[in-house]
């Protein structure tokens, strides 16, 4: 304290807890050394070497495991390193010697956020917003997503609502709005919000997206498909919007155009097995019934479990004559298949006559 050292902000005696540690914390050599490493660590951490400052930082924390930077900072390597269990003992250190250090609440949400702890998130973002108010906007904007994720829409939307009211132009909350009125079926509210954003943010390609799924929703087909060519011209390489066109066209039965976004998007995600039961059914309906057995084969090295693909092999098995074949993937449907009455009784009746 005397050489301007703010190492304790603690309500008990130190003294009291040299018992529980190796070492004397409470002499100055010790602070010093602490100090030292500390020092250390963050050069390091500051010009990305974040192995040097881990190291570091670690040893600093073995000679004062109370200071709450050094605690912050550990958290913030290991969570860069996605070992969120580690960081969040960090942050909950820093925050047991602070427990108004607002930036270990933020980053301890965020390690809470990535392990699927919605609630504990949820109740460290809302800590960080009184602690931390630099950041509040993202902290009601992760709050929104965390709520989203247990489907309490309303609260998501509320969240959102108050991170705007923090940050009005915070892209991320922008576009958040947009999402949560389309998963909301404010179908007509998402659609106005979109062209003010796409005039701020114009390399955003997921407004046109989502405009695609809403006029999908409400029917207009050649509407969608141009919102997903506007999506495309942003970015090409997101597979789901050539994904959902090759749907949209196969329903239209331009088969061509089916195939080739289906093409495109086994192409930018090859493992993908939706799109591998998108392409198989676009095969099955041009009769092609080994390219279609084909795909539904590889759709089920990455779905292995997946009733539809059994049921449409086994159709494709039946139209050439694999009778065995079909009777084995039409028990494989009704093995993996629990809804589906209507269908399952049509595999149980394919299975007897192929018999």
């Not at 050489?3 to 807890?17: A, M, P, Q, T, V």
């Amino acid at each position: 304290k005397e050489k301007g050292y703010e190492l304790f902000d603690i309500s008990f005696d130190l003294n009291d807890l040299e018992s529980l540690f190796e070492k004397d914390y409470s002499t100055e050599n010790y602070l010093e050394e602490a100090l030292h490493y500390y020092e250390k660590g963050l050069l390091y951490y500051k010009n990305n070497d974040y192995d040097s400052a881990l190291d570091n930082f670690k040893e600093a924390y073995s000679w004062n495991p109370l200071h709450k930077e050094t605690c912050y900072y550990l958290g913030m390597i290991y969570q860069s390193d996605e070992d969120y269990e580690y960081s969040l003992g960090y942050f909950t250190d820093a925050i047991l010697v602070d427990s108004m250090y607002g930036e270990s609440y933020f980053y301890r949400g965020l390690s809470h956020f990535y392990l699927e702890d919605y609630q504990k998130a949820i109740n460290d973002f809302d800590s960080s917003v009184v602690y931390f108010p630099e950041l509040a906007h993202i902290a009601k904007y992760n709050t929104a997503l965390a709520y989203h994720n247990l489907e309490e829409l309303d609260k998501a939307q509320e969240a959102n609502n108050e991170s705007l009211a923090f940050n009005s132009e915070y892209q991320y909350s922008r576009f958040n709005q947009i999402k949560l009125f389309f998963v909301l079926e404010k179908y007509k509210k998402a659609l106005s919000l979109i062209p003010s954003y796409s005039a701020e943010f114009p390399d955003d390609y997921l407004p046109d997206f989502y405009a695609g799924l809403i006029y999908e929703q409400l029917g207009n087909i050649s509407k969608a498909l141009e919102a997903y060519d506007k999506s495309i011209a942003l970015n090409a390489n997101y597979f789901q919007t050539y994904y959902n066109k090759g749907i949209l066209y196969f329903y239209q039965e331009d088969y061509e155009q089916a195939l080739f976004n289906q093409g495109k998007s086994i192409e930018l995600k090859y493992d993908d097995y939706e799109s591998y039961l998108a392409r198989g059914d676009v095969y099955l309906a041009l009769e092609n019934y080994n390219s279609a057995i084909a795909d539904y084969d590889i759709a089920l090295l990455y779905s292995a479990n997946n009733a539809y693909a059994y049921f449409q092999k086994a159709v494709c098995c039946e139209k050439v004559g694999q009778n065995q074949l079909a009777i084995d993937n039409y028990k494989f449907y009704i093995e993996y298949e629990k809804e589906d009455e209507k269908n399952i009784k049509i595999a149980n009746d394919k299975i007897a006559i192929l018999k």
